[in-house]
């Protein structure tokens, strides 16, 4: 005898199977995605805390390095007068070839602290007299000259741009306000620069002659820039002064876009040259 099944129908998913299942499947892409979007932006605040810290540092390494060599002068050898050191002075004439401390919004002026640092170095260790017909004078009168174009440095903060002068003239050696003689050394669409501050309040003036009666205490040096010291009674007329000089760095940056993401560094410079003169 032949049996015959009787065919089954299909009943297939429900609505509510099928609505079930569709949130499932839309919990796993969600949380598929949140963890993309997590990764990636993890990722990019890692780019960008590397990019702030190796902008600032190498930022920082460069004006500490720079820095340092104010006040070089190959000329100082065996036998030299190194009063006559070209790249220390502060003439009455002529554009002050030493260490200045200015602000950018005062960009003449000399503060004791301030966003913008000028010095000169002699570069290519020549020794010699830089421009010949380019005289100006010293404190004592003296006839001195003018270091080349070439070796007039310095470092300013321009609104947000940290920059650099490579090069300059004789006429505005002495300002920060000069904008075609600057350069930018990070990227200011990446970098954003706050806080930009020198300071050589850390100096020290050694009164070598001692000449003066209210100097106390022979070979202790003033806390304080030479010519802090003439206004306070360290020195008078005809001293001999030795002046080490410190920089002291503060640099603060933070990540455009993102200002939670910033980084602060403080820097000292021990400048290597001394600034020998009388007073």
Do not use: H
């Amino acid at each position: 005898m032949l049996i015959v099944k009787k065919p089954t129908k299909q009943k297939g998913f429900t609505l509510i199977e099928l609505m079930i299942a569709m949130m499932l499947g839309l919990i796993v892409i969600g949380g598929a995605l949140s963890i993309y979007i997590s990764t990636i932006k993890s990722s990019s605040d890692v780019v960008k805390s590397a990019r702030l810290n190796y902008d600032l540092d190498s930022a920082m390494q460069l004006m500490i390095n720079d820095i340092r060599r104010a006040g070089y002068w190959g000329g100082a050898v065996a036998g030299s007068d190194a009063t006559n050191n070209n790249f220390t002075q502060v003439p009455t004439v002529a554009t002050a070839t030493d260490i200045q401390i200015r602000n950018v919004a005062a960009p003449t002026t000399a503060v004791s602290e301030g966003n913008c640092i000028l010095y000169t170095y002699d570069a290519d260790g020549n020794g010699v007299d830089e421009d010949p017909s380019n005289l100006g004078f010293d404190l004592a009168g003296d006839a001195i000259t003018v270091v080349n174009t070439n070796e007039y440095y310095g470092f300013r903060l321009n609104g947000a741009v940290l920059e650099m002068r490579i090069t300059g003239t004789s006429a505005t050696a002495g300002s920060c306000g000069v904008n075609a003689e600057w350069n930018n050394i990070i990227d200011e669409n990446k970098v954003n620069i706050t806080t930009l501050t020198f300071s050589k309040n850390n100096s020290q003036c050694l009164n070598v002659s001692e000449s003066n009666a209210v100097y106390v205490g022979a070979g202790v040096p003033l806390d304080s820039s030479c010519p802090a010291g003439a206004t306070a009674g360290f020195s008078v007329a005809g001293d001999s002064l030795v002046e080490t000089r410190q920089i002291d760095i503060t640099l603060i940056a933070d990540v455009v876009g993102d200002d939670t993401m910033s980084k602060s560094l403080i820097g000292i410079v021990k400048v290597r040259n001394n600034r020998i003169f009388t007073q």
